[in-house]
């Protein structure tokens, strides 16, 4: 089965720049979503399709996804992104859905 | 707007096994996969499989398969899922999403049902 790889945890002060990856086989050929979630609550999409946004989410959240390792970049960090980040893609050679372990970002 | 809101905590014994709800509203029922993930104390998200409403074709992951069942009501716009043989592993927040899209984006999330497996 497919597996996707995030680091557990990334830290970075406010301002600055967040990259948190997500490793997989040739994961350029699939679309990959993003999804935030914070502390009790239901996760939210911030990125899909490896960079589109969805209508809400500033354009700070920016993503990329390129032979096999996928980014979600978070510019001018706020304390209010602090959260755990999943990466998620379709197998459509099985048709399950697979999640990344999750990373915890952290804003010092 | 789109909704799905789902069913109230479920405290369960070893052995038994739990149904939890996701009720549709604000958009087409027949239109749309219905998934289950769930997610551990402090863990991260373990997809559980997905429903077809429109046709009530069932795709189970193959770590719940056998133990879990996903049925729709179309009369009421609800999703259902059951897990049976339940274990202390098995305590989690179970929540219902909808995907979109050739890509299956996860557009919108129930607010998640906890479940505790406690004798």
Redesign the interface.
């Known amino acids: 089965?497919y597996v996707l790889t995030q680091p557990p945890s990334v830290s970075v002060a406010p301002g600055q720049t967040a990259s948190i990856t997500c490793g997989g086989n040739n994961i350029g050929s699939k679309?990959i979503?993003w999804?935030q979630q914070k502390p009790g609550q239901?996760?939210?999409?911030v990125v899909?399709?490896d960079s589109d946004r969805?209508s809400g989410i500033p354009e700070r959240f920016s993503g990329s996804n390129s032979g096999n390792t996928a980014t979600l970049t978070i510019g001018r960090v706020e304390a209010g992104d602090e959260a755990d980040y999943?990466c998620?893609v379709?197998d459509s050679s099985s048709?399950?859905?697979?999640?990344?372990?999750?990373t915890k970002l952290t804003v010092l | 707007q789109v909704q799905l809101v789902q069913s109230g905590a479920e405290v369960k014994k070893p052995g038994a096994s739990v149904k939890v709800s996701c009720k549709a509203s604000g958009y087409t029922f027949t239109g749309y996969y219905i998934h289950w993930v769930r997610q551990a104390p402090g863990q991260g998200l373990e997809w559980m499989g997905w429903l077809n409403p429109a046709s009530g074709a069932t795709h189970y992951a193959q770590t719940f398969q056998g133990r879990v069942t996903m049925a729709r009501d179309t009369s009421i716009t609800t999703v259902y899922m059951e897990l049976s043989g339940l274990i202390s592993d098995d305590t989690a927040v179970y929540y219902c999403g909808r995907t979109v899209g050739g890509t299956r984006l996860w557009d919108c999330w129930g607010q998640g049902t906890l479940v505790t497996v406690s004798s």
């Open positions: 089965s679309s979503h999804y239901a996760p939210v999409l899909y399709d969805p999943y998620q379709w048709d399950d859905q697979v999640f990344g372990g999750g």
